[in-house]
């Protein structure tokens, strides 16, 4: 698995932007809004609500990917 830089948008529980650690973080995840969450690939915990295809996915035509989670240990 690709590793990913994992943000937090702060007024919204749950919603969760991962951006490929080898890329540049866009600007949209500035101005304070968004908390960084800490790294994700294959030595950390994976959130339940992860999908790996969709990330490529998201990545390959957005340079980032976004999804909610309801796993507990990333809220």
């Known amino acids: 698995m690709q590793s990913y830089n994992l943000f937090r948008l702060k007024s919204v529980e749950g919603l969760c932007c ?3 650690e080898s890329s ?3 600007r949209f995840l500035g101005g ?3 908390t960084f969450g800490g790294k994700l ?3 950390s915990d994976i959130p339940l609500d992860f999908d790996g295809r969709a ?3 998201g990545v390959r ?3 980032f990917y976004l ?3 309801v796993d507990r240990r990333f809220l």
């Open 24 to 26: 540049r973080v866009p």
């Open 18 to 20: 991962a951006v490929p």
């Open 55 to 57: 990330a490529e996915t």
């Open 32 to 34: 304070g809004r968004w």
């Open 41 to 43: 690939d294959d030595r």
């Open 61 to 63: 035509f957005n340079g």
């Open 67 to 69: 999804f909610q989670t």
